[in-house]
């Protein structure tokens, strides 16, 4: 279970089109590293990095469900599956931008 930290409500809802993100379909929003605690189930956690493996991915190993990651283009940011939020249909949520992660930001040269 995932404590969230969200005082200004949920900030910067996203989905993203790389290939990970294009087959789970959820819609992220940021929260600091500091924002995120995890107060039950670290132990039923998977991490699953791929690509450049900088982004760390975490599901549940129960039921398969995506929590959170550590953010590639900022790892100083946790983004979190909005669909985990008790009492959030994040069908409600009605401005959803889409990351363009096929021409990742920090895939780019300097």
Do not use: W
């Not at 809802?13 to 929260?31: L, Q």
């Not at 500091?34 to 760390?56: M, P």
Request: with cysteine; net charge positive.
């Amino acid at each position: 279970m995932l404590e969230l930290s969200l005082p200004n409500g949920i900030i910067d809802p996203r989905r993203c089109d790389c290939s990970i993100c294009r087959r789970k379909g959820a819609i992220v929003a940021s929260a600091p590293l500091s924002g995120i605690k995890i107060i039950r189930g670290q132990d039923k956690l998977t991490l699953y990095q791929f690509n450049t493996k900088t982004a760390k991915h975490n599901f549940c190993s129960n039921c398969g469900i995506y929590t959170h990651h550590q953010r590639r283009s900022n790892p100083e940011q946790y983004r979190y599956n909005v669909g985990c939020l008790e009492g959030v249909n994040p069908f409600e949520i009605k401005q959803v931008t889409t990351n363009d992660a096929i021409n990742h930001p920090a895939d780019q040269c300097h």
